[in-house]
């Protein structure tokens, strides 16, 4: 088929980029994204300098074609029934009730696609999955899409995303591999090479790998679980550092120069966050168990658990280095790496919630964060927690967040560094100690500080 409009359903992190950079990169295709949430496609329609999505580079992309051949729209329906080819890049958060509860990806917005596809398509659609989706799912989708259209014939592709916030861009511009999974039959063979003609475009062919459906579904779960594994063993290696003199920095880089290991994903942190990691891994779990794996289940959920405890483990270093009358923490950082505006399941949120828990102020810096996004994420826990509104008032009442380091880090007894920003490191640290109270710390919770590790202050993971 040949494919002269794309429309993609879900203007968020994944789609966003990906469709800029095809529209950038496939100028005789038109490209609509389109959302439900009609505040986000107008932002995408707004001032570039504040588009929902924050990645090095995409403002210029965005200037470049949006009006050209990319569209942001809500009006889903059109978008759809004019496509030739429909990417679904919704959200596939782990569920929050019913069977799977904690466990299983939520297909509740997946499916809505594909119901709302059936409804409106009125000839032969390709539609290519590219949220990120428990084995087997093509099979729902095409259930949905057959028995709820209009008699036209649907052609599902897998198509997963494997690019990295912060890097974004230029992971979709370079990407290691592409992945497209199909069908085995002539239409599925045809379906691939429409989605191969378009990667070609800028994607050396000997990176573009085609597979069947539950290869490519399965292999995003476990690229992800994979690298999460490798952070997660790093970090349990870092207890074992602390108890033994031994410095995780060097024993990551005596490591990683095994030509069979790598460099990469090595680093020791705060512990892994981000929207995907723990509900990918979770996922998995939830299929293993699924299908009587129990010890291969078991296997993976010790990923998440180690990030719990690197989490727990940071939480109770602050709390190890505060006298018993000494209240302020600062948090530097929020997001959940650096490069990017998203926070969700940053170690952050979770480090604050324990503090206010031990009756500590937080106080909050992050330079792309904002308040009102910091005070949301603690909302939201607490909510799911069940919290009453009077105790998250009370509970919200001791973190302030400030839009200047130098304010967040006054008159703090515990300086933590959460996120590995860039300005963190080039600060003048020497500055602090007439800003800080007396005697305070340094607890670094990503190493980017150890040019500071003489000070009899400082403490790395
Ligand atoms: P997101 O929450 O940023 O964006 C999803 C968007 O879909 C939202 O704006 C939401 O309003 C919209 N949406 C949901 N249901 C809809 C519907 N029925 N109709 C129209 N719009 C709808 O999510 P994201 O981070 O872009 O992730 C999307 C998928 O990609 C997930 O499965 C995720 O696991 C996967 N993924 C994410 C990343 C990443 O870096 N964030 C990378 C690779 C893969
Ligand atoms: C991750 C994967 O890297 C992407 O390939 C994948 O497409 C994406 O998830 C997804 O499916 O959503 P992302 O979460 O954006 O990308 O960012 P990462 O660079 O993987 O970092 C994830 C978390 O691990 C961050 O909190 C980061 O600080 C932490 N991390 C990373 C470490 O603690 N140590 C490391 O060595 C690397």
Redesign the pocket.
């Known amino acids: 088929m040949n494919i002269k409009n794309i429309c993609c359903?879900?203007?968020?992190?994944?789609?966003?980029p990906t469709m800029a950079v095809i529209a950038l990169k496939c100028p005789e295709i038109n490209v609509t994204v389109?959302?439900?949430?009609s505040d986000?496609i107008n932002a995408w329609n707004g001032d570039t300098n504040c588009l929902p999505?924050f990645e090095p580079g995409l403002s210029e992309i965005i200037e470049e074609v949006r009006g050209r051949n990319l569209f942001f729209s809500s009006e889903?329906d059109e978008s759809i029934n004019k496509s030739e080819m429909i990417f679904m890049?919704?959200?596939?958060p782990t569920k929050t009730d019913g069977e799977g509860a904690g466990m299983a990806a939520d297909l509740r917005?997946v499916k809505?696609?594909a119901k709302?596809i059936a409804k409106v398509a009125t000839d032969d659609k390709i539609i290519v999955e590219?949220?990120?989706?428990p084995v087997r799912t093509a099979e729902k989708i095409k259930e949905i899409l057959n028995n709820e259209g209009n008699g036209v014939k649907f052609e599902i592709l897998s198509n997963?995303?494997?690019?990295?916030?912060g890097t974004?861009i230029q992971d979709l511009f370079k990407s290691d591999r592409v992945l497209i999974g199909g069908d085995k039959s002539k239409s599925g063979q045809a379906a691939i090479k429409s989605l191969l003609d378009i990667y070609s475009n800028w994607i050396p062919k000997e990176k573009i790998l085609t597979t069947n459906v539950w290869s490519s579904e399965l292999s995003?779960l476990a690229s992800n679980a994979m690298l999460a594994q490798r952070i997660s063993s790093i970090n349990s290696l870092s207890a074992l550092c602390e108890k033994t003199g031994a410095d995780i920095d060097e024993v990551s880089r005596a490591i990683g120069m095994d030509h069979r290991i790598g460099p990469n994903f090595l680093k020791a942190s705060v512990g892994f966050g981000?929207?995907?990691f723990k509900?990918?891994i979770l996922n998995l779990v939830y299929l293993c168990k699924y299908y009587g794996l129990d010890e291969v289940a078991d296997y993976w959920l010790q990923v998440v658990k180690i990030n719990n405890f690197q989490k727990n483990r940071f939480f109770h270093k602050i709390i190890k280095s505060l006298d018993s009358e000494r209240k302020n923490v600062c948090l530097l950082g929020w997001a959940f790496k650096k490069k990017t505006n998203?926070s969700?399941e940053s170690a952050a949120i979770n480090i604050a919630d324990l503090l206010v828990d031990k009756d500590i102020n937080v106080k909050i810096y992050d330079p792309m964060i904002k308040s009102e996004k910091i005070f949301l994420d603690m909302k939201n826990l607490w909510n799911s927690k069940g919290f009453s509104k009077s105790k998250i008032k009370r509970l919200i009442n001791k973190i302030t967040v400030y839009d200047f380091h130098l304010d967040a880090i006054k008159d703090s007894d515990v300086i933590a560094i959460l996120t590995e920003w860039e300005e963190f490191i080039n600060y003048e640290w020497s500055r602090f100690e007439k800003i800080a109270n007396k005697n305070y710390k340094i607890i670094d919770g990503r190493n980017i500080l150890k040019h500071l590790q003489l000070q009899n202050n400082y403490y790395s993971l």
């Open positions: 359903i879900g203007a968020g992190y994944v789609g966003g389109v959302d439900s949430n986000k999505v889903i890049a919704v959200n596939t917005y809505a696609c709302n590219k949220s990120t989706l997963p995303e494997f690019l990295a916030e974004a995003k981000g929207s995907c509900k990918d998203d969700r």
